[in-house]
């Protein structure tokens, strides 16, 4: 004779499941907001974008191959190239991978494989505090404090140049990489470091050829993380490179970003609509694709080089 049901233990079956049913729904509603709002943003930006590029004044090839930007003058003087821009992005955030690149790597190796416990604790936290600094206080402080300290020893660098920014930038930078640099030289077993050692190998040896290696596809996705955040970067850009759009490769001069001509012309009073409202939604699908295409090569040297260990 089969044993009957307990219908008390039925409720509580049925309430864990319309509970599960209430949480797998919030996490759909979360997850498809997500998804929504970057189709929103993607459908914004090319929408005003394609207006821009509609207007008989504007041609691809002068976008992309012309060397001066001035959208906002006056509507015989405007120019549309907008390499100017591009390459001062480029400029600033070069500057800043060669600062933030081997500090914030050297710093993660020496946190991970050569720093005691002790040190740790002290170093970290630093590194948390860089991290936490608004961008607007380290613009000011390259302006205020970085740029006065080079012009004293760099003849012809500017009051608003590309040099100061860059650097500020790389210490900006600088816990991005080393956190999660740490982060893959820790997931490296133990037991890959013991076998070199039991070959004789040194500390130096171990790390260098072992370790870093080992942990190469983390590190990599360190550094083109970093670029994407460089290249989006707005305050230091706009308070210490200036707002030129020069087309130069002389980081002591005046040049103007992409971010910064976004943060520029959008506090301004331009008015809905004309081409220089517009040529906002330009330059910011152009910084848009630029950074998509950082993160998809990030994807593919992570699958690249990862490694897998049991």
Do not use: C, H
Request: aromatic letters at 8%.
């Amino acid at each position: 004779m089969a044993q009957a049901l307990d219908p008390n233990m039925l409720s509580k079956n049925a309430n864990r499941n319309r509970k599960e049913q209430v949480i797998a729904v919030f996490l759909f509603i979360a997850t498809s907001i997500s998804v929504l709002t970057t189709i929103g943003v993607i459908l914004a930006l090319t929408t005003e974008a394609g207006l821009f590029f509609a207007d008989e004044s504007v041609t691809f090839r002068e976008f992309f191959t012309a060397r001066e930007w001035s959208p906002l003058f006056a509507p015989a003087q405007r120019r549309f190239g907008i390499a100017p821009l591009f390459l001062g992005t480029l400029l600033v955030s070069t500057i800043a991978l060669a600062v933030g690149m081997p500090l914030g790597l050297g710093a993660a190796i020496y946190l991970s494989e050569f720093a005691g416990s002790g040190v740790r604790r002290i170093i970290m936290p630093i590194l948390e505090v860089l991290a936490g600094i608004p961008t607007i206080v380290l613009g000011y402080f390259a302006l205020l404090t970085v740029t006065p300290f080079l012009r004293s020893f760099i003849p012809g660098l500017q009051s608003s140049n590309a040099l100061s920014a860059g650097l500020v930038m790389g210490f900006m930078l600088l816990p991005t990489i080393s956190s999660v640099s740490i982060d893959a030289m820790q997931a490296v077993p133990r037991s890959l470091r013991e076998a070199a050692f039991g070959l004789g190998a040194t500390k130096g040896e171990v790390t260098l050829r072992v370790v870093v290696p080992a942990a190469l596809s983390g590190i990599v996705a360190s550094f083109i993380l970093a670029m994407s955040r460089a290249v989006g970067e707005t305050m230091i850009v706009t308070l210490a490179a200036g707002q030129q759009p020069n087309f130069t490769f002389d980081p002591r001069s005046t040049i103007q970003t992409m971010t910064s001509f976004i943060a520029g012309t959008a506090q301004g009073d331009q008015p809905a609509g004309t081409i220089g409202s517009l040529s906002l939604y330009a330059v910011g699908t152009t910084l848009f694709v630029t950074t998509l295409l950082l993160n998809i090569i990030s994807q593919q040297v992570v699958r690249r080089f990862s490694e897998k260990y049991e």
